[in-house]
């Protein structure tokens, strides 16, 4: 478990596999390795999986303030995948996200909050056509 300073907080996370950077962002209510850690060696044979805890989430700290401000300054191809059913994080939360982080992607699923771990072939199957295809091929 590694952890790093961003914005004046401490986020901690993992790291599986080599190659280009594939970061695993999870909602709320939960952590990395509940959400994705059961995933994370699918996506690790093309890529270094990075799934970091969210603020305030497994040993990540809250940040002081609010960091919306800072999806602008997100370079790095993004896929925001928004579920439909989802009850903790509505529909407008992701728009915002794929809105406010330039050049992202946005794809919705019909399921609730946990997707990773109720349809994980899904759920991957999205993340590779996105890096394989979208996004570059994975030994670029």
Do not use: Q, W
């Not at 901690?12 to 990395?32: E, W």
């Amino acid at each position: 478990m590694n952890a790093v300073s961003v914005a004046g907080t401490s986020v901690s996370c993992t790291t599986a596999g080599s190659g280009r950077g594939l970061m695993l962002l999870h909602g709320t209510s939960s952590d990395s390795r509940s959400t994705f850690g059961h995933i994370v060696g699918d996506l690790a044979t093309d890529r270094l999986v990075i799934p970091p805890d969210y603020a305030g989430c497994g040993r990540s700290t809250i940040p002081d303030g609010d960091i919306r401000g800072l999806l602008p300054k997100i370079s790095a191809p993004t896929l925001v995948v928004a579920l439909t059913h989802d009850s903790l994080v509505p529909l407008y939360h992701s728009r915002h996200l794929h809105e406010n982080i330039a050049g992202s992607s946005y794809t919705e699923i019909a399921r609730g909050h946990a997707v990773p771990m109720e349809k994980p072939d899904e759920f991957v199957r999205g993340v590779r056509e996105f890096v394989l295809d979208g996004e570059g091929p994975a030994a670029a």
